[in-house]
C-alpha cells in the first residue's frame, strides 16, 4: 500500500493507527487524519509525502508549547514538582536542580514527600550524587512545615533556587490534591507569590489519563509547564498533544534515562518527528 | 454512559425501530471510541470488535427492543471472556515458594512486594522479603520499611548471585515458606538485565509477577512482551484506585495470553485485590 502513490482507505486507516498508537487519543487521530485527507484531496502523494506533512502538522500543533527556561526575577525562585505515583519526580526533581546548579546557581532542594516509604532517603542519596543541599524533616511531618523551613533556609542562606519533591498522588484524591494548594500557600505566604514554577511530571507511557491528571493538577495549583520523563523507550508522550490543546500548558523538560544527567529542552520538531517515526 | 451514548447513535440513525447492519457498525464505532479512550490497544480493539461484529449482526440485536442494551451486552461478554473468565490466584509452589516482582520502573513492584507480604500472612503463610534491587537509591530501605510495616522480615540481597542463596537460607532457618523477591524497574525499551533472566533459570521461582501500572496507555502490550522471556505467570496492575480506565488490563491478555491476577488499589499494604473480569470490562467500557 506504502508508496505506490495511490492512497487507500487502508493508508489513512494506517495513519490513525500510527496516531493512536503514539497515545494521541482517538479525537485528535481523527482530526490530524481528516485534515490531511482534505489536503491531499484529488492528489496520489507517496507514503514519504503524507507521513512529513503529518510530522509538519504535530510539529506546528506543539510549536507554541516550548517554553526555553527563562530565569525568574525573583530569589529564591521555587519550582513545584507534582505528579502522580511513580512518574518521575524525584528523579526529574535532582535532575533539574543538577542542571541549573550546573549553570553556576546555587540550588536548595526540600524533600517535601514525608509519606513514602523511603522517600526522604531516596531525595537525600540522589542529592548527594549530584552534590546539592537537602532540607527534609523526619517521615510523616507536614510537607507544609517541610516547604517553609527549606524556603526560610533559602532566603537566608541565598540560594538562587528552591526545588521541591512532593509526594506522588492520584489526580482524583481532593485532600490529597489540597494538600498542593496548601504547599502553594506557604510559599505566598513567605515570598509573597506562589511557587514560580509548578510543574507536572508525566509518565511518557501514560495514556489517556494524562489528560484528566493534567486538568485536576492544573486546578490544584495552576500548571505553569510540563515534564514528560521516560521517553528513552518506545513511549513517544502522545498525550501531551491533547493537553496542550487544551490546556495550553507548555512543556519545559524531557526526561530521557534514570542518569542525573537524562534531561533535554523539549523542542517541538524533535518531539514530532520521533512521534511520527 | 455508554449506553446512553449508544442509545442516541441508535436512535438517530435506527429510525423506524428495526436496526439494520448500517446502523449496528455506526454503534461499534461508538463503542471503539470508547475502547481506545480507555487505553485498550487499537489492534485489540479493533480484533475484539470484528468478532463482536459477527454476533451483533444476528436477530438478537438487529430485532431487539433495546438494541443498545444488547450490542454492550455482547460486548461486555467478549471482553470479559479476553480477559480470562475468572480470577486467578497464586501457584506458590516451590520450598520455599518464591515470588519474583518485575516490571518497567515505577509501576509499583516494591510497594506490591510489601502487599504481598501482608497478603499471603492473612492466608497464614510466613513470607520473607528479599531486596534484589541494588541500583535505585533506597530502595533496600523502603522494602526494609514496608516489610516493618507488614511485620515480615526482610532479608538484603544487593548481589543477587552470592546473596539471594543466603536469602533462601535464611528463609529455611526462620521457617519462612514464601519469598518475595524485589527487583529494578526496568527501564522502558530495555531488556530485563541478564541476571534476571540467570536468576529465573537457577531458581525457577514458581510465580513471576510482573507489576504494570494501570495507567500505562497504548505500550502495555509491548512493555509486557519484554518481560516474557522471563517466564511471567500472571500480572498486577496499580494504581486502579483512580480515574484510569484501564484498557492495558484487555490488552495484555488479548496480545500476550497472560493473565491479570491481582490489582493495586492504594498505596497503603492492605490495597491489594483479586482481579475480576467482569467489573474490569465495565470499568473500561466506562
Ligand atoms: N528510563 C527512565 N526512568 C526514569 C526516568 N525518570 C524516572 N525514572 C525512573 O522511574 C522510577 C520512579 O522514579 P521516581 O523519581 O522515584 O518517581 P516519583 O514520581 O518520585 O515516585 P513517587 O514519589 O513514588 O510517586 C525510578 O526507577 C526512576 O529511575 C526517565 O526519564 N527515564
Ligand atoms: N495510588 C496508588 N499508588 C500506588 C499503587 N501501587 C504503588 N503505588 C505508588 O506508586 C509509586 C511507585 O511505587 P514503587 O513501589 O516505588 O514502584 P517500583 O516499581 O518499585 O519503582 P522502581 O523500583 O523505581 O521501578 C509509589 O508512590 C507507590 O506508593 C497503587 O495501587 N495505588
Ligand atoms: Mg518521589
Ligand atoms: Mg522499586
Not at chain 1, 152 to 172: E, F, K, N, W
Not at chain 2, 27 to 42: E, F, P, T
Not at chain 2, 221 to 230: D, K, N, R, S, V
Not at chain 2, 256 to 264: H, N, T, Y
Amino acid at each position: 500500500v506504502r508508496g505506490q502513490g495511490a492512497l487507500t482507505q487502508e493508508t489513512w486507516e494506517e495513519l490513525e493507527d500510527l496516531l493512536l498508537a503514539a497515545d494521541v487519543g482517538p479525537e485528535l487521530a481523527g482530526e490530524l487524519v481528516s485534515r490531511l485527507r482534505e489536503r491531499f484531496d484529488g492528489q496520489s502523494p507517496a507514503w514519504e509525502e503524507v507521513q512529513a506533512a503529518l510530522e509538519e502538522a504535530v510539529g506546528e500543533l506543539l510549536s507554541g508549547a516550548e517554553r526555553p527556561w527563562s530565569p525568574p526575577e525573583g530569589s529564591p525562585g521555587v519550582l513545584l514538582f507534582v505528579g502522580v505515583n511513580g512518574s518521575g519526580k524525584t528523579t526529574t526533581c535532582v535532575k533539574v536542580g543538577r542542571w541549573l546548579a550546573g549553570q553556576g546557581q546555587r540550588v536548595l532542594l526540600a524533600a517535601a514527600d514525608t509519606f513514602r516509604a523511603a522517600a526522604i532517603d531516596q531525595l537525600r542519596r540522589l542529592g548527594e550524587e549530584a552534590q546539592l543541599e537537602v532540607i527534609a524533616h523526619r517521615p510523616g511531618a507536614d510537607p507544609g512545615a517541610v516547604v517553609h523551613d527549606a524556603l526560610a533556609h533559602a532566603r537566608s542562606q541565598g540560594h538562587r533556587y528552591l526545588v521541591v519533591d512532593t509526594a506522588g498522588r492520584l489526580q482524583t484524591k481532593r485532600p490529597l490534591m489540597e494538600e498542593l494548594g496548601k504547599i502553594c500557600r506557604v510559599v505566598e505566604k513567605l515570598q509573597g507569590r506562589p511557587p514560580e514554577e509548578r510543574l507536572l511530571v508525566v509518565d511518557a507511557t501514560v495514556g489517556q489519563n494524562a489528560i484528566s491528571q493534567a486538568e485536576l493538577f492544573h486546578q490544584a495549583v495552576g500548571l505553569t509547564g510540563l515534564v514528560v520523563t521516560k521517553l528513552d523507550g518506545s513511549a513517544k508522550g502522545g498525550a501531551v498533544l491533547p493537553i496542550w490543546r487544551a490546556l495550553g500548558i507548555p512543556i519545559l523538560w524531557l526526561g530521557v534515562g534514570q542518569a542525573l544527567s537524562d534531561l533535554v529542552p523539549f523542542r517541538a520538531r524533535d518531539f514530532a518527528r520521533a512521534l511520527v517515526r | 454512559s455508554l449506553t446512553e451514548r449508544l442509545t442516541q447513535i441508535f436512535r438517530n440513525l435506527g429510525g423506524k425501530g428495526k436496526l439494520s447492519e448500517a446502523d449496528v457498525r455506526a454503534g461499534l464505532r461508538g463503542i471503539r471510541q470508547a475502547l481506545l479512550a480507555a487505553d485498550v490497544h487499537w489492534q485489540v480493539a479493533r480484533e475484539l470488535l470484528g468478532r463482536v461484529e459477527e454476533q451483533a449482526l444476528g436477530a438478537k440485536v438487529l430485532q431487539s427492543l433495546t438494541p443498545a442494551q444488547q450490542l454492550l451486552a455482547i460486548v461486555r461478554q467478549e471482553l470479559a471472556r479476553t480477559m480470562g473468565g475468572q480470577a486467578q490466584s497464586l501457584r506458590l509452589t516451590g520450598r520455599p515458594a518464591t515470588v519474583l516482582v518485575v516490571g518497567p520502573a515505577g509501576g509499583g513492584k516494591t510497594t506490591t512486594c510489601g502487599k504481598l507480604a501482608r497478603w499471603l500472612s492473612k492466608k497464614g503463610r510466613h513470607p520473607l522479603l528479599v531486596c534484589c534491587d541494588p541500583q535505585r537509591p533506597a530502595a533496600a530501605e523502603q522494602l526494609a520499611t514496608l516489610a516493618r510495616q507488614v511485620e515480615v522480615p526482610f532479608h538484603n540481597a544487593p548481589n543477587p548471585e552470592t546473596d539471594f542463596p543466603a536469602a533462601l537460607k535464611k528463609a529455611r532457618q526462620e521457617l519462612r515458606d514464601v519469598v518475595i523477591v524485589d527487583t529494578p524497574g526496568v527501564p522502558p525499551g530495555e531488556a530485563p538485565p541478564g541476571w534476571l533472566a540467570q536468576f529465573v533459570k537457577v531458581h525457577s521461582p514458581g510465580d513471576v509477577l510482573l507489576v504494570l501500572d494501570a495507567l500505562t496507555g497504548q505500550e502495555a502490550a509491548q512493555i509486557a512482551a519484554g518481560f516474557l522471556p522471563l517466564g511471567v505467570t500472571g500480572v498486577v496492575l496499580t494504581k486502579l484506585d483512580g480515574d484510569a480506565r484501564g484498557g492495558a488490563a484487555l490488552s495484555i491478555p488479548a496480545r500476550l495470553g497472560c493473565p491479570i491476577v491481582l490489582v493495586g488499589v492504594g498505596e497503603r499494604p492492605s490495597d491489594l485485590e483479586p482481579f475480576y473480569p467482569q467489573r474490569m470490562a465495565d470499568r473500561i467500557l466506562g
